[in-house]
């Protein structure tokens, strides 16, 4: 990865990535002694934001100069709604609440928030400025999966097959795909693009943070 525009992203980025390792919420998640109400609101938040991040991945798909990247990006968009929201159905089930339950589920300030940030470079930015807003969705989690994935809990088992989910092969496949698009991206932006592209990869990097820490405190709208 020496050299391309993703390491430089990630370096860029590097203070905020290791406040995510650091935080308690996966530290406790990985120990298996988060309080299964927390993780509950994070799955319900992740619900509700997964089916907004697909409908940024499809206005990727618009921006897409061929049919290679456009494909790619359907799939993707696919991906988040039947693959990533199915484990989350899953886990509402067995918690016995609905699918219109599920569906009614109010964003929290902070997914509101990125989902807005995410919505707005999706509508008006360049193609290589929505790929680095939402890289850091995919790269984190992946990066999460796998570290958390040694020694993972074996209980809960929910914390464990969320661990297996995003260290899976099927989950890095398009991690991968994406960290390859930012690079060849990169390659073509100007100087401008890429400042604001970088500028970019680091706010969604400081939302992927808030996040968990918003799950953390099980935040809700003060008014």
């Not at 969320?162 to 795909?177: C, M, N, Q």
Request: some cysteine; charged content about 25%.
């Amino acid at each position: 990865m020496a050299n391309k525009f993703s390491a430089e992203l990630r370096k860029a980025s590097a203070r905020i990535w290791r406040a995510i390792d650091n935080h308690p919420f996966l530290r406790e998640l990985h120990a298996g002694t988060l309080p299964m109400e927390r993780f509950s609101y994070f799955i319900l938040q992740d619900y509700v934001y997964l089916l907004d991040f697909a409908q940024v991945l499809c206005l990727g798909g618009a921006k897409s100069p061929d049919l290679a990247t456009l494909e790619l990006f359907c799939r993707h968009a696919l991906g988040a709604v039947e693959v990533e929201r199915s484990f989350h159905a899953s886990f509402g089930k067995t918690h016995g609440w609905s699918q219109q339950e599920l569906d009614k589920v109010a964003k929290g300030p902070t997914t509101q928030a990125y989902i807005d940030h995410l919505q707005s470079v999706a509508r008006g930015g360049t193609l290589g400025e929505l790929v680095a807003a939402v890289l850091p969705c995919y790269w984190i989690y992946g990066e999460v999966g796998k570290r958390l994935y040694r020694n993972r809990p074996r209980k809960p088992k929910v914390y464990r097959e969320w661990i297996e989910t995003y260290a899976s092969e099927p989950f890095w496949g398009p991690v991968r795909e994406q960290v390859q698009l930012m690079d060849k991206l990169g390659v073509g932006a100007s100087s401008n693009e890429k400042k604001r592209m970088r500028e970019l990869f680091i706010t969604s990097s400081r939302y992927e943070f808030m996040f968990w820490h918003q799950a953390y405190r099980s935040e809700s709208w003060p008014v």
